[in-house]
């Protein structure tokens, strides 16, 4: 049984937030790209939450070419092959690295990242549409880089994902607080989703959906065909 758990989605759907959740929940190891990344490009950056927003013209110069992403790719890869239960947060590793990994897109509008950026206090990021500029501008990087290498649309593509989910809806307003509730409904979610396919506490997502969940709203799709979960998201939500 796998014990590997992948978190792909775009910039600021809250990645990093998660794994670090899941692995400390878990008790796995938490492992993020972008610090392995940063080492390839030989970037102190303090804090690579936050790296992206204070330089990103300067990393993505780094990057032109693709060879650093493909170090990290690399060794993304290597660790997913290892014997050691972890969470892992890369984007495109699971179009790059398909295997026995769990699988999971966690989406959000522009408008909900956006949100969170200015929650964060991310350096830069002074206004909505400053934030919207800056998040635009790294996924395209990526989408372009996906493209490159795999000819698949990081924008539209979810054929090799376990578990879609949609989270826009759980900030409701670009506060702490909102961010905070938002995220541990989710978690919730995510964690039975998780527990399930490791054999542990299989019972917990039937469990969220008797009591209607708030965090069950966010699911798109999910390859648990045994369960009935609420029909709340709308098919045309872009995720």
């Known amino acids: 049984m796998t014990q590997k758990i992948v978190i792909s989605g775009l910039t600021a759907a809250g990645k990093t937030t998660h794994t670090k959740l899941l692995a400390e929940t878990l008790g796995f190891r938490a492992v993020h790209f972008t610090d392995l990344l940063l080492g ?8 690579a939450d936050q790296v992206w927003f204070s330089r990103l013209r300067e990393i993505e110069s780094m990057r032109a070419g693709g060879s650093a992403d493909r170090r990290a790719d690399e060794a993304i890869g290597a660790l997913l092959e290892a014997d ?37 206090r991310l350096p830069g990021v002074i206004s909505t549409d400053d934030s919207l500029r800056l998040l635009d501008e790294k996924d395209a990087f990526t989408r372009a880089y996906l493209w490159q290498e795999r000819k698949v ?40 989703y998780v527990n399930w396919r490791l054999g542990r506490q299989g019972d917990a997502l039937l469990e969220l959906a008797d009591t209607a969940a708030p965090g069950l709203a966010a699911v798109v799709r999910m390859d648990v065909d045994r369960l009935t979960l609420p029909q709340t998201v709308l098919a045309s939500r872009r995720i």
Not at 153 to 158: K, S, V
């Open 40 to 47: 390839e490009l030989q970037v102190d950056a303090g804090s």
């Open 84 to 120: 050691e239960p972890m969470v892992v947060d890369a984007v495109l590793a699971p179009w790059l690295h398909p295997g026995r990994q769990i699988n999971v897109w966690l989406g959000s509008d522009r408008a909900s990242r956006a949100w969170k950026c200015r929650v964060s």
């Open 153 to 192: 649309d990081l924008y539209t593509d979810r054929c090799c994902f376990d578990l879609v989910l949609d989270n826009s809806h759980l900030i409701g307003e670009p506060t702490l607080d909102a961010a905070r509730t938002g995220i541990r409904e989710l978690h919730q979610v995510l964690l039975a």
